[in-house]
């Protein structure tokens, strides 16, 4: 019989789902899923209340052992949080690209399973509410506007630009294609009509009403970074001390880019090894980038199972899809449902590439396949019992994005990148990491450059300089530039949520190393890390702790 608190997280979950559909559909929740996310105030005053009433419920209950300790504290700061989020009219003003509610919505459909003419008949149903979800979504907005209460321009007209691209009868006309013509297809069909409607009435609304009025500031200021920020972290953290300690691992990274570009090729500069790689280490066409991924995938399972983890069968298999239209600027993973019907998969943007650089993409692959993103969040789906089912369904981003680059370094220390361009691609990767700290950080709250810095790319910040830094300094690759700085200034937090995770994870091995000496055991230690589930950064190391004793 579970725990009282076992069983409070079980309540919230289904409640939760009920309430939010879409996001029900993401988490990969078992059993019948409504079509619907309700996005209008009203909606979201909903979901806040609940999260206030478990709260309440969860304050009236003691933890009878570890395990219900470990899920009381998730849940209660999970929701203490999303609380402060609500309370603080940010629901009235969730407009960002590109990785927001369009992409949410749109993604969705592509996460639904299609096993049977039930489960299409829903994909129908999705389609059909789509018009009715962003129309809720606008009053939101608007209401937020009469409040004074607004998103940045350029994430209202990046946001547009994306509608538009949504709203192109391709998009979702390859939905119904891929069913045929069964008994649903007339629903499909009529459902991805009212869809490609409702993303161009919401360009055309964000362009010509909302755009208009939207804040010209890309910045959010210190409260609203805080209240961000505790979303993505699970922990309320030095800022100032966490902005300064990026622009040093950036210097060291790039003193060690600068090493291994000589290892690429001698006498050359960063960019001209850059350079170099990008003209020798390619693949050509979509086929064979797909076919590229798929097995770098399948190599690290094969490489890991049974040496540094212990992998369990369901999780043996990552699926690949590539994003021909796509407008985010990096690849992402969504887990597997929570009956591990639906399969972990990566998604990676083509953005009209048809050449592309595989050197730098392998430890993209480590990082969202595994030992990254699929281990960890398939791994307490399959074999943490201990675990609260608000666990298993829920995550904090500096815990998983945190791991996610430990899985580059570990893979690193493993000689996995076996020619001087692969590692050069880790490394310049985690440069762009540190990158986004300063960036996220000191944009955000309107930080000085050090004085060295600001020689070199001016005193304060403004998108144009994050821009700069992040194409010169961060090394991104040009179709990724653009969208990655949108994504910044409209998810303000989360950016620094992966350099700031993996300084946690890291310490967090130190810390077990040095005080079991000897006795330290790097496959143990990896098993008990996974099996912990997602934790805030602010009780990471004290939980490992814990699990090891």
């Not at 538009?164 to 629903?187: I, L, Q």
């Not at 009209?352 to 730098?360: D, L, P, Q």
């Not at 949520?497 to 130190?510: H, T, V």
Request: aromatic share 8%; charged share 25%.
């Amino acid at each position: 019989m579970p725990s009282p608190i076992f069983q409070l997280c079980d309540q919230h979950v289904q409640r939760s789902c009920a309430l939010d559909p879409v996001a029900a559909t993401f988490r990969g929740v078992a059993g019948e899923i409504a079509a619907e996310t309700d996005y209008r105030p009203e909606g979201y005053a909903a979901r806040a209340d609940q999260a206030r009433d478990t709260l309440r419920q969860l304050g009236q209950l003691s933890p009878a052992d570890s395990a219900d300790r470990v899920a009381a504290d998730h849940l209660r700061e999970r929701l203490e949080a999303e609380v402060a989020w609500h309370d603080s009219g940010e629901p009235l003003r969730l407009l960002r690209a590109p990785f927001g509610m369009l992409q949410t919505l749109r993604t969705s459909i592509d996460l639904m399973p299609r096993d049977s003419e039930e489960q299409w008949r829903a994909v129908a149903a999705r389609l059909d509410a789509m018009p009715r979800m962003l129309a809720g979504w606008r009053e939101s907005l608007a209401a937020g506007a009469s409040q004074g209460l607004l998103a940045a321009r350029r994430q209202a007209v990046a946001a547009a630009a994306q509608a538009e691209r949504y709203a192109d009868t391709k998009t979702f006309d390859s939905v119904v294609a891929g069913y045929g013509d069964g008994p649903c297809h007339a629903e499909l069909a009529a459902g991805a009509r009212a869809a490609h409607a409702g993303f161009a009435e919401t360009a055309a609304w964000l362009r010509q009403e909302y755009a208009p009025r939207a804040g010209a500031t890309d910045a959010v200021g210190p409260e609203r970074y805080a209240i961000n920020s505790r979303l993505s972290l699970g922990a309320d953290i030095d800022l100032r001390e966490a902005y300064e300690w990026a622009w040093q691992e950036l210097h060291r990274l790039e003193a060690e880019l600068a090493a291994e570009a000589q290892r690429v090729r001698p006498g050359a500069t960063i960019a001209e090894a850059i350079a170099h790689l990008d003209a020798t280490e390619f693949v050509v066409g979509l086929d064979a980038y797909r076919g590229w991924l798929q097995e770098r995938h399948d190599q690290a399972i094969a490489a890991l199972d049974g040496v540094h983890f212990d992998i369990a069968a369901p999780l043996r298999r990552v699926e690949v899809v590539t994003q021909e239209n796509s407008a985010a600027g990096s690849a992402s993973y969504t887990p597997p449902s929570e009956d591990l019907s639906r399969p972990g998969r990566t998604w990676w943007p083509v953005a009209g590439r048809e050449r592309f650089g595989v050197w730098a993409e392998l430890t993209t692959v480590f990082h969202e396949g595994v030992p990254g993103h699929h281990l960890q969040l398939g791994h307490v789906l399959v074999a943490a019992a201990g675990l609260s089912r608000f666990a298993r369904v829920s995550r904090v981003s500096a815990h998983s994005e945190g791991w996610a680059l430990y899985a580059e370094r570990l893979a690193d220390e493993l000689g996995w990148y076996a020619t001087p361009g692969q590692r050069l691609g880790m490394l310049k990767a985690s440069a762009l990491r540190a990158a986004r700290v300063v960036i996220d950080i000191g944009l955000h709250l309107d930080l000085p450059l050090p004085p060295a810095e600001a020689k070199r790319h001016g005193d304060r910040w403004s998108f144009e300089t994050a821009t700069e830094v992040l194409r010169d300094r961060g090394r991104i690759a040009p179709h990724r530039l653009h969208p990655e700085v949108v994504r910044y200034c409209g998810w303000p937090g989360q950016a620094s949520s992966y350099k700031l995770g993996e300084r946690a994870w890291l310490a967090a091995r130190a810390e077990a190393r040095s005080r079991l000496g000897g006795a330290f055991d790097l496959k143990r230690w990896h098993t008990q890390a996974l099996a912990l589930g997602p934790v805030g950064l602010a009780t990471l190391t004290d939980a490992l702790r814990a699990a090891s004793d």
